[in-house]
């Protein structure tokens, strides 16, 4: 069975960083695609960022703020948000996929993540 637990999650002020991470297991972890996707309030799910075997995926909006990674000794991927804005205030998922960054298979249960003005 496919989990993923996330953690880290919290409030901040704008400017501010925090790191999510995500604990995996129930499959072949440095096989797999696994990223992460976020919704705000109001508002549909946005992939953030996504780690393959060789390479990291970010939209414009995370560019040069957040940052994939994978450690595949404690089978958990991490998730550094640097520059925070308000506007990143959303419930953050891990997701995980045989082969896919944008359309993932499985998702966690989310850890919400608030930025203040």
């Known amino acids: 069975e496919v989990q993923l637990v996330e953690s880290g999650g919290g409030l901040v002020q704008a400017g501010g960083s925090l790191r999510l991470s995500c604990a995996a297991s129930?499959?072949?972890?440095?096989?797999?695609?696994i990223g992460w996707f976020r919704q705000a309030p109001g508002k549909g799910r946005e992939g953030v960022a996504c780690?393959?075997?060789?390479?990291?995926f970010y939209p414009d909006s995370a560019k040069g703020r957040f940052s994939i990674t994978r450690d595949s000794a404690k089978n958990t991927v991490y998730l550094q948000m640097n520059s925070l804005k308000p506007e990143d205030t959303a419930v953050y998922y891990c997701?995980?996929?045989?082969?896919?960054?944008?359309?993932?298979?499985?998702w966690g249960q989310g850890t919400q993540v608030t930025v203040s003005s």
């Open positions: 997701v995980a996929d045989p082969g896919v960054c944008w359309g993932p298979e499985y």
């Open positions: 129930g499959f072949t972890f440095d096989r797999w695609v």
């Open positions: 780690i393959t075997r060789k390479d990291t």
